[in-house]
């Protein structure tokens, strides 16, 4: 079965500081993976999405992901972390049945230290 | 980009009563709209899918029942939360594809959160 992990409840990085996020996939062909941001009691907005071609995948707000399907593996990344970057990341995967359902990860808190 | 809307943000009811929930694409059509529920600090469990024009499809261990899902056009799909009880009480975000344009991107809507006293 289709499972996303993301090992990492909290994460706490200083501002400024480069950032990594994990995410790990379980799926039987080429995936389509997704990140998502969200901040408190509001709904997810999309950050990058992979889904074929180059593995380093560009997003919005400075972030960046690799696919790597020796490892399945996700992992979002942002070289410099702002304060407003606190939030809540979900990583998902697409179901492989083309219905469009997209399957979370459990989540990882990203508090910044001033 | 595409904006799907959700229709109250929060609601606030007593036990017992029924609330509904409606998500909206407002510059996009949509055949299937899906609908998550999300516990505090907790990642999204979708529900059930709901087709424009046929019965949605629930989730393993989702009360159809209790969730009625209504997609009456291409634009709308509401959630009817049937006698809600306070372990309803949680955060409803619906999202949808936008329709033909494959598995390109879903859009989600801000989120309904219900209190149920």
Redesign the interface.
Known sequence: AQSVTQPDIHITVSEGASLELRCNYSYGATP?LFW?VQSP??????LL?Y?SGDTLVQGIKGFEAEFKRSQSSFNLRKPSVHWSDAAEY?CAV?AMDS?????????T?LLVRP | GAV?S?HPSWVICKSGTSVKIECRSLDFQAT?M?WYRQFP????M?MA?SNEGSKATYEQGVEKDKFLINHASLTLSTLTVTSAHPEDSS?Y?C?A?PRLAG?N??F????T?LTVL
């Open positions: 389509y998502y009691g509001q709904g997810l907005q999309l999405k889904f979900f697409g219905s469009y359902k997209l399957i979370f990860g459990s989540g808190r | 799907v959700q299937t899906f600090k907790q990642s999204l979708l899918t955060f975000i999202s594809p598995y991107e879903q989600f809507g801000p989120g959160r």
